[in-house]
C-alpha cells in the first residue's frame, strides 16, 4: 500500500470512467515516486488518500486506489473495502433506523410464512423478535421454508434464532417452544412486553387465540394465511380500538353479508377449536404473504407509535390473489392474480367477549 495524494485518485477515477484506457508507466511512476519496475510481469498497487477532498468524493472517488501495474501501462481497479457501519444501520438515511430498532414484535408459528416472515421484519430494522411455535423442522419442510436440511430435527424456533443471529446480528430473538393454545398462560404475560403480535400459525384456533390475548392485552395483531387451497392470501390487522372488532367480529360481519367462510368452522366460539387441514401453496407465494405481514406489521408501528402517515394502510384487512379460483363470494372473489383488495372491519359487536369483556373474564 502507498499513500498518494489527491491527484493520483483523481486520475483513478477519470480512467476508471474510461473502460480500457490506462495510464502510462511513466506518467504513473511520476504521480507516484517509488513504484517497483514489474519488469515482464504484473503487479499490485493500493494508494491511499485519507483527505481526500469531499468533493471528489461526492463525485465518486474513493480513499483506496487500486492499480494493476505492467510496464506497457497501469490500469486502475475497484478496491471493496469494509465499511465501518454493517447491517441495516447502513440504510439509516433512507430508512427508519433507529425508530425500528427498539420495536418488540412477538411472531406466532414459524412455518413457510412465519419464516419468510421473521425475516423481513429484520430487514426492516425490528430489534427485538420474540419466536413461538412448539414445532421441529422436518424433510417436507424444506421446499417451503427459509431454513435448509441443516436444521431438520431442530426446534423451528431455535433454527430461525441461529440464522438470525448469524445474518442479523443486530437483532436480538428470543426462542419459546410454546403452543399458542395450550400454553395461552404463558403466552399472555408474553404479550404484555412485546409492541405488536404477528400470528402465521397454521390452523383456526391458533388465529382466535392471538386476536382474543392480543385484543385483551391492548395490543394490535396481524393475521396472515392462505385460504381456500392457497388459491388465495389474506392478511388481517387488528387494532384495540373502538373503531375496529376482532377476528370473530370480522367473520360474523362477513357471514352476515352471506360471504362463504373460506376457514370452515371459523364461527366457533372462542377457545372450542376444531381440526385444522393444512392449506397448500407454492414456496413463493407464501413468502409473499409472510413478507406483505411484516410490511403491516411495520407499518403499523411507524404510524401509531411514531406518527408516521407515509406508512398509513389502505385498509385493515387484504384479500390478494395467487390463483383464484373465481368461485368465492366477496370479498374472497378476486379474479386476478396479485390482485390486493382492502377492506376495513366493523366495530366490535356489543355481544363479543373478547371486544366488551366483562369483570369476571
Excluded at 63 to 78: C, K, M, N, T, Y
Excluded at 316 to 325: D, K, Q, S, W, Y
Excluded at 330 to 356: G, K
Amino acid at each position: 500500500m502507498n499513500k498518494a495524494g489527491t491527484n493520483i485518485h483523481l486520475h483513478h477515477l477519470a480512467v476508471l470512467r474510461r473502460p480500457g484506457t490506462a495510464i502510462s508507466y511513466e506518467a504513473f511512476r511520476a504521480m507516484v515516486p517509488g513504484v517497483r519496475d514489474p519488469s515482464t510481469g504484473l503487479g499490485l498497487l493500493i494508494t491511499y488518500d485519507p483527505d481526500l477532498d469531499p468533493q471528489l468524493r461526492a463525485a465518486g472517488a474513493a480513499e483506496f486506489a487500486g492499480w494493476l501495474i505492467e510496464r506497457d501501462g497501469v490500469r486502475p481497479v475497484h478496491v471493496a473495502v469494509e465499511p465501518a457501519i454493517l447491517g441495516i444501520a447502513q440504510l439509516r438515511d433512507d430508512w427508519p433506523v433507529d425508530l425500528l430498532a427498539p420495536a418488540s414484535v412477538m411472531l406466532v408459528g414459524c412455518g413457510s410464512i412465519g419464516g419468510a416472515a421473521a425475516q423481513a421484519l429484520a430487514a426492516y430494522g425490528v430489534g427485538d423478535l420474540h419466536l413461538v411455535d412448539p414445532d421441529r423442522f422436518l424433510w417436507h419442510n424444506i421446499v417451503r421454508h427459509v431454513l435448509g436440511p441443516e436444521s431438520v430435527s431442530r426446534h423451528k424456533v431455535d433454527a430461525l434464532k441461529t440464522r438470525h443471529d448469524q445474518m442479523w446480528p443486530q437483532q436480538t430473538v428470543t426462542a419459546h417452544r410454546l403452543d399458542v393454545v395450550d400454553d395461552a398462560h404463558h403466552i399472555r404475560s408474553l404479550i404484555d412486553s412485546v409492541d405488536i403480535v404477528v400470528c402465521t400459525a397454521d390452523g383456526i384456533a391458533p388465529r382466535r387465540v392471538v386476536s382474543h390475548l392480543a385484543r385483551r392485552a391492548d395490543r394490535p395483531a396481524v393475521l396472515a394465511c392462505v385460504l381456500d387451497q392457497g388459491s388465495l392470501g389474506e392478511v388481517l390487522r387488528l387494532r384495540p380500538t373502538p373503531r375496529f372488532g376482532c377476528l370473530l367480529c370480522s367473520r360474523q360481519h362477513l357471514a352476515s353479508l352471506g360471504a362463504i367462510d373460506t376457514e370452515a368452522d371459523q364461527e366457533l366460539d372462542y377457545g372450542t377449536g376444531d381440526t385444522h387441514q393444512p392449506m397448500t401453496a407454492i414456496p413463493p407465494d407464501l413468502h409473499l404473504i409472510g413478507t406483505l405481514a411484516a410490511k403491516v406489521t411495520v407499518a403499523t408501528i411507524l404510524e401509531s407509535r411514531h406518527g408516521d402517515h407515509t406508512q398509513r394502510l389502505p385498509g385493515e384487512h387484504a384479500i390478494i390473489g395467487l390463483h383464484p379460483a373465481n368461485n368465492l363470494t366477496a370479498p374472497f372473489d378476486l379474479t386476478h392474480t396479485t390482485d390486493i383488495r382492502w377492506a376495513t372491519i366493523p366495530p366490535p359487536r356489543s355481544t363479543c367477549p373478547t371486544c366488551n369483556p366483562t369483570p369476571l373474564q
